[in-house]
């Protein structure tokens, strides 16, 4: 467990993910997507669905942060959302189960407060990431027993629509009054911003759209034409 942490330490994980509504849905193209971020300097991926997991591993040799995106009509969770998915995940193995750890409602009607401890206690030697969508999430997710937490959820629940991201402040005030690693993702889109992450505490930082994602590159530069 702790040679996992100790290789993506300070370093730089790309995040691998096509949904079904988008151009590269493939698990071969993310397989290849994660092997040209090995080769870049990448010190690990995040991957969602066995499936591309399985590919992955397969293609690169680093550390992978697995989640399995699935949605429910009964809850706005969908990153890992209940038990089902941590199976299906732990069946292909990968070093860190990623799922939110906001405290909205699950399918199941859990909470994450009254959800993880089922999960660590089926799982104990699984490393798991929450991801979190602010400050209190963060502190809560250090004390229920997580590995490390990471910004993704911030900007994309009610309570935090319309927040500028990369969030900075969340990240400097997280690093420093968690007791564990936190993981700086969502909105970096240039190098300087990657930088001042980890500036600001940053145990790692992952970036997706900004290197995987083609169509949404491309139209934020046409839109700089507009």
Not at 66 to 83: A, R
Not at 129 to 154: I, K, N, P
Not at 201 to 221: K, L, M, Q, W
Request: with cysteine.
């Amino acid at each position: 467990m702790m040679d996992v942490m100790e290789k993506i330490k300070g370093g730089l994980i790309v995040s691998c993910q096509a949904l079904k509504t988008e151009p590269l849905y493939s698990s071969f193209i993310m397989a290849r997507m994660a092997y040209a971020a090995e080769e870049g300097g990448a010190v690990g991926i995040r991957a969602n669905t066995p499936e591309d997991i399985l590919a992955i591993k397969k293609e690169v040799d680093l550390p992978v942060i697995g989640l399995y995106k699935v949605d429910y009509d009964n809850s706005e969770i969908y990153i890992t959302p209940t038990m089902k998915e941590i199976d299906a995940l732990m069946k292909v193995e990968p070093d860190i189960i990623a799922m939110d750890a906001t405290n909205r409602i699950r399918p199941d009607g859990s909470t994450i407060e009254t959800f993880f401890p089922k999960v660590r206690e089926k799982y104990p030697d699984m490393l798991f990431m929450a991801d979190c969508s602010s400050y209190e999430d963060g502190m809560r997710a250090a004390e229920l027993g997580f590995d490390m937490a990471g910004t993704t959820l911030c900007g994309f629940t009610e309570e935090t629509k319309g927040q500028e991201t990369p969030c900075f402040p969340m990240v400097k005030k997280l690093a420093e009054d968690m007791k564990i690693p936190l993981i700086a993702e969502g909105g970096i889109w240039l190098p300087e911003q990657l930088q001042h992450v980890f500036d600001c505490g940053a145990y790692a930082a992952v970036i997706g759209t900004a290197i995987t994602r083609p169509r949404e590159i491309t139209r934020r530069f046409v839109s700089a034409i507009a």
